[in-house]
């Protein structure tokens, strides 16, 4: 069973950083990785997302001061924050995607919380 771990979420200023992790375990191979956000009241969006080859692509209002990053051996995905804004508040949750057999499975984490506030 392929479990995702964030961590790294917490409170910060305006102008400030964080910095996310997640963590795969299980025996896996991951194609696509990724972070997605969930404001209140607000639909869950792409924040950025890496392929395995390293490609990156970010929503339009985080390019710039989110970098996404990955380690193929720990099956890990990074996402590096800065100059966060409070319009960042959301839970951030770590996405995984391979294949199994014919099958494209997708994989979630719970989900860590980053409030930014003054």
């Known amino acids: 069973q392929v479990q995702l771990v964030e961590s790294g979420g917490g409170l910060v200023q305006p102008g400030g950083s964080l910095r996310l992790s997640c963590a795969a375990s299980?025996?896996?191979?991951?194609?696509?990785m990724g972070w997605y956000r969930q404001a209140p009241g607000k639909q869950r969006e792409l924040v950025a997302a890496?392929?395995?080859?390293?490609?990156?692509n970010y929503a339009d209002s985080v390019e710039g001061r989110f970098t996404i990053s990955r380690d193929n051996a720990k099956n890990t995905v990074y996402l590096q924050m800065n100059s966060l804004k409070p319009e960042d508040t959301a839970v951030y949750y770590c996405n995984l995607e391979t294949v199994e057999g014919l099958t494209k499975k997708v994989y979630w984490g719970l989900g860590t919380q980053v409030t930014v506030s003054s």
């Open positions: 890496i392929t395995r080859g390293g490609i990156t």
């Open positions: 299980g025996r896996i191979f991951s194609i696509n």
